[in-house]
T-cell receptor, first 115, second 114 residues
C-alpha cells in the first residue's frame, strides 16, 4: 500500500475483554515496530520485528500483551484481559533495513479506550 | 541498552525566531543513526531530519539543522525562522546499527506564538 495502515482507528472496549490491533506495513519493509503513546506522552517501545521474527520483545508491559507477524507483512498486537491502564494510542511503524538511515514510516495509530 | 533523553517537556518561540530542542542519548555503539520526528495534532509522525553517526558534518534540511556532538552524545535540533506550522511534538530517535531497534525520547512540545 501507499502507507502504513492501522485498524481500527479507534477502539472502545470493556475492561477484561481481549482486543486485536492490526498493522499493515508498507510493501517490502522488513522492519516493523510497535509503540504505545499515552496521552501527551512519548513513544514507549513495545516490540519490533525483522521479517516474521521478533528480536526484541523487551517493551511488552506484561504477558497480557503479545504480537505476531505473518508472511513478513501484516502484524497483529493482541491485548488480553484489557485494563484501564492499557488505554493509549498504539502506533505502528515500518522501514526498510538498508540503508540504515532509512526513515521509519508511521501509521495513524489505534486509539484504545478501556472502560 | 540505549536510551534517549529529551530534557525539555515544553518550549516556546516567537514566530520568525530561532529555537533549539535538546536531545542526549546513551550508547556503547560507535555506529548508529539519529532522527528528529515531528508529531502534529493529527498524530501523524513526520521525519524532520536524519544524521548518520559516522558523518561529522551536521545535517541540514531547509530551516532545520542539527548540532551533532558525538563525543558528548548530543543531538540538538535548531529551527530557524519559526513558523506557526512548526508547532507540534518533536521526538528524537536512535536507531541501532547492530540491532535495528528504533527508540524514542519522551518528546518536546513546541509552541509557536505569532
Amino acid at each position: 500500500g501507499a502507507g502504513v495502515s492501522q485498524s481500527p482507528s479507534n477502539k472502545v472496549t470493556e475492561k477484561g475483554k481481549d482486543v486485536e490491533l492490526r498493522c499493515d506495513p508498507i510493501s517490502g519493509h522488513t522492519a516493523l515496530y510497535w509503540y504505545r503513546q499515552s496521552l501527551g506522552q512519548g513513544l514507549e517501545f513495545l516490540i519490533y520485528f525483522q521479517g516474521n521474527s521478533a528480536p526484541d520483545k523487551s517493551g511488552l508491559p506484561s504477558d497480557r500483551f503479545s504480537a505476531e507477524r505473518t508472511g513478513g507483512s501484516v502484524s497483529t498486537l493482541t491485548i488480553q484481559r484489557t485494563q484501564q491502564e492499557d488505554s493509549a494510542v498504539y502506533l505502528c511503524a515500518s522501514s526498510k533495513n538498508r540503508p540504515m538511515n532509512t526513515e521509519a514510516f508511521f501509521g495513524q495509530g489505534t486509539r484504545l479506550t478501556v472502560v | 541498552a540505549q536510551t534517549v533523553t529529551q530534557s525539555q517537556p515544553e518550549m516556546s518561540v516567537q514566530e520568525a525566531e530561532t529555537v533549539t530542542l535538546s536531545c542526549t542519548y546513551d550508547t556503547s555503539e560507535s555506529d548508529y543513526y539519529l532522527f528528529w520526528y515531528k508529531q502534529p495534532p493529527s498524530r501523524q509522525m513526520i521525519l524532520v531530519i536524519r544524521q548518520e553517526a559516522y558523518k561529522q558534518q551536521n545535517a541540514t534540511e531547509n530551516r532545520f539543522s542539527v548540532n551533532f556532538q558525538k563525543a558528548a552524545k548530543s543531538f540538538s535540533l535548531k529551527i530557524s525562522d519559526s513558523q506557526l506550522g512548526d508547532a507540534a511534538m518533536y521526538f528524537c530517535a536512535y536507531r541501532s546499527r547492530d540491532t535495528d531497534k528504533l527508540i524514542f525520547g519522551t518528546g518536546t512540545r513546541l509552541q509557536v506564538f505569532p
